[in-house]
C-alpha cells in the first residue's frame, strides 16, 4: 500500500501568512493526487485535482504543485474561512490512501 | 441540485449487521464510479470501497470479506452492506462520486453529508 506522510499535522498561522502543506508518498504517484479541506462536522470538499488542477470555484489563493512523491499544497494569503483540516490523497492504486491531516489554526 | 444523502447509520452490536444507503440526485449512480470513505471519530479519513460504472468492485483491506457495495439502478441509490461489524468500524461514512478517468475512477468531487455508524455493546 501507499503510505501518504502530510507535515506538519497542525498549523498556526495568521491572517494573511503565506501557508505551505507537504505531502510525500511512500512511492511514485505520479500526479494523481488531490488535495481537499475539512472543515470541522462537515463533509471534505475538493481543492486541488492532479496535483495542481484547481476545482472549479475554489479560490485563487489554493495552488498545488508536485509530482513524483513531493507535493504541496499552498494558500497565498491565509483567510478566515481557510480554518480547517486538509487532507491530500493519492489515486494512482489500490487501495487509495488519504494523509493523516494537517490542521490550519489561527494565531 | 446535485447531491448525496446517505442514511442507515445507527448504533449496532459488535458481529452485527447494518447497511448504508446514499440517494442521488441531480446524476445517475450507475453511470459514475460511486464510493464509500469512512472517518473515525477524531481521525483522518480512509477509503473503504469503490463501485464501477460496469459493476466492478474494489474494497480496503480492512472491509474485505465483510463489506459489500451494491446500487439499485431504479431506485438511484448506492448501498453499502456491512456485516460482522467490529467496534473499529465505528465511524461517519461518507458516499461519494469520482470523476471519470476513462478506464478508471479519479478523485472525489462530490460528497454526501455522511451518515454516523457506532459498534458497541
Known amino acids: 500500500d501507499i503510505q501518504m506522510t502530510q507535515s506538519p499535522s497542525t498549523l498556526s498561522a495568521s491572517v494573511g501568512d503565506r501557508v505551505t502543506i507537504t505531502c510525500r508518498a511512500s512511492?511514485?504517484?505520479?500526479?494523481?493526487l488531490a488535495w481537499y479541506q475539512q472543515k470541522p462536522g462537515k463533509a471534505p470538499n475538493l481543492l486541488v485535482y492532479?496535483?495542481?488542477s484547481l476545482e472549479s470555484g475554489v479560490p485563487s489563493r489554493f495552488s498545488g504543485s508536485g509530482s513524483g512523491t513531493d507535493f504541496t499544497l499552498t494558500i497565498s494569503s491565509l483567510q478566515p474561512d481557510d480554518l480547517g483540516t486538509y487532507y491530500c490523497?493519492?489515486?494512482?492504486?489500490?487501495?487509495?490512501?488519504f494523509g493523516q491531516g494537517t490542521k490550519v489554526e489561527f494565531k | 441540485e446535485v447531491q448525496l444523502v446517505e442514511s442507515g447509520g445507527g448504533l449496532v452490536q459488535p458481529g452485527g449487521s447494518l447497511r448504508l444507503s446514499c440517494v442521488a440526485a441531480?446524476?445517475?449512480?450507475?453511470?459514475?464510479?460511486m464510493s464509500w470513505v469512512r472517518q473515525a471519530p477524531g481521525k483522518g479519513l480512509e477509503w473503504v470501497s469503490v463501485?464501477?460504472?460496469?459493476?466492478?468492485?474494489y474494497y480496503a483491506h480492512s472491509v474485505t470479506g465483510r463489506f459489500t457495495v451494491s446500487r439499485d439502478n431504479v431506485r438511484n441509490t448506492l448501498y453499502l452492506q456491512m456485516n460482522s461489524l467490529r467496534a473499529e468500524d465505528t465511524a461517519v461514512y461518507y458516499c461519494?462520486?469520482?470523476?471519470?478517468?476513462?478506464?478508471?475512477?479519479?478523485?472525489?468531487?462530490?460528497w454526501g453529508q455522511g451518515t454516523l455508524v457506532t459498534v458497541s455493546s
Open positions: 492532479k496535483a495542481s
Open positions: 441531480g446524476f445517475t449512480v450507475s453511470n459514475n464510479y
Open positions: 490523497q493519492q489515486y494512482n492504486s489500490y487501495p487509495w490512501t
Open positions: 461519494a462520486r469520482n470523476v471519470d478517468g476513462g478506464s478508471y475512477p479519479d478523485y472525489f468531487d462530490l
Open positions: 512511492q511514485s504517484i505520479s500526479r494523481w
Open positions: 463501485i464501477y460504472s460496469g459493476g466492478s468492485t
